[in-house]
């Protein structure tokens, strides 16, 4: 175990709101307790990226962030071996344990994927004192409540004060699912609380917001005052889908709605089988490839039909090399075939890294009143990718061989 102080928020205050249209977006200033501090939008370290980055030798670089937060999965059936508290718990507590000690140089948070549970009950205090257990945690998560906006606040306060005298944040989950009386009041709640610093941090279960419009609303209307950083949990990992081989990068869209960060749901555990290697770069299967120029993912064995120059990105792992470069440093094995899973783990690293870079032009568009400039930037940017020449090749031969 490593002994390190974790990483407290001390402060949070809003920075920037791009007021000019319907397309918005907000930047934050986080002071975290050690001195540091950083700006949001934030790209969060997920416990996919810690797992990827330690399959994949080839890649020696960091995981840059400064906020980690850790998904744990606690639904049907290992919902019910938790309720029971057996084993369950304790395997959740070393999960929780492991990645910390990987994080503990940033803000780091658990986001409990879990159904609503009684505060009153025996569960309640189980999930709390397992979280407050964990020495490299800054913040533990205050799951879904099964109770009254009143009940829900008087919870709150209890873990805030347990919390704090572990010296961790308290993190609550709200859902954007929750009928509009009830999200409202709960949001009310914490923003109250966030201007006295009790909470510097909610995780924001998500919802469609085609379909939980005036939820969302209800968030970007407290744009000015909740001075905690809005998490999206469970946000999907894909956007829309554009084309055969495109989807939006979900990222993008949310952060219109004041949406601070976000982080995409954890799937069951499972062994890890690694996939059977391949040949040529066009059997790779399903792995996507995210491209920031046109906020899209690309279904990644398609790139080498694209490899044309115009598609480059300047991360570590890409360093404006072709999909067939990347391919041939990061999974080529010395008996000449592809490793699949190789593959795929650097495509998380490089959404991980290539991501980051691009909020650094998302904050001075923010601030610039700009963002419906730059939303406007990518669509045509993506527009002009799909009518491309080369694009429409695949199309016809999505599997063309060199
Ligand atoms: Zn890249």
């Excluded at 090399?321 to 391919?327: A, F, G, L």
Aim: with cysteine; net charge positive.
């Amino acid at each position: 175990m490593l002994m390190v102080n974790p990483r407290i928020i001390a402060k949070v205050k809003v920075k920037d709101t791009d007021e000019s249209t319907g397309i918005r977006g907000r930047t934050l200033n986080v002071q975290v307790r050690n001195g540091q501090s950083f700006d949001t939008p934030s790209k969060p370290v997920v416990i996919k990226d810690f797992k990827a980055k330690a399959r994949n030798p080839h890649y020696r670089g960091k995981l840059p962030g400064d906020l980690a937060v850790l998904p744990e999965y606690i639904e049907g059936r290992i919902f019910e071996e938790y309720l029971h508290e057996n084993g369950r718990v304790n395997k959740i507590h070393r999960d929780l344990s492991q990645y910390s000690d990987s994080s503990s140089f940033m803000v780091n948070v658990p986001s409990l994927q879990m159904k609503p549970i009684n505060p009153g009950k025996s569960i309640a205090m189980v999930t709390l004192k397992m979280q407050l257990d964990v020495p490299t945690l800054s913040g533990i998560c205050m799951p879904l409540l099964e109770a009254s906006a009143a009940d829900y606040g008087k919870a709150l306060e209890y873990w805030i004060k347990m919390s704090d005298e572990c010296g961790k944040m308290c993190v609550p989950q709200i859902s954007v699912s929750e009928d509009v009386p009830t999200f409202e009041a709960k949001l009310d709640n914490i923003t109250e609380l966030s201007k006295t610093g009790a909470v510097s941090m909610v995780d924001v279960v998500y919802g469609d917001p085609r379909k939980f419009r005036h939820q969302y609303g209800m968030l970007w209307e407290k744009r000015n005052e909740l001075e905690a950083i809005v998490h999206c949990s469970k946000a999907p990992a894909k956007g829309d889908r554009v084309c055969d081989y495109m989807n939006t990068h979900p990222v993008y869209d949310m952060l219109l709605y004041g949406i601070d960060s976000m982080s995409a749901p954890r799937s069951p555990p499972r062994p890890f089988f690694p996939k059977k290697d391949c040949t040529e770069v066009a059997d790779i299967e399903k792995y996507e490839w995210a491209d920031q120029g046109t906020a899209s993912m690309i279904l990644g064995n398609h790139w080498e039909s694209v490899d044309g120059g115009h598609l480059t990105c300047s991360c570590p792992i890409c360093r404006g090399r072709s999909q067939s470069e990347i391919v041939e440093t990061y999974s080529r094995k010395t008996d000449g075939c592809i490793d699949q899973s190789a593959m795929k783990d650097v495509s998380l690293i490089h959404d991980h890294l290539s991501f980051t870079e691009e909020l650094g032009p998302i904050r001075k568009r923010i601030k610039g009143h700009d963002m419906a400039g730059y939303r406007k930037g990518k669509i045509d940017a993506r527009n002009k990718f799909i009518s491309s020449a080369s694009f429409g090749d695949i199309r016809q031969f999505p599997k063309r061989r060199s």
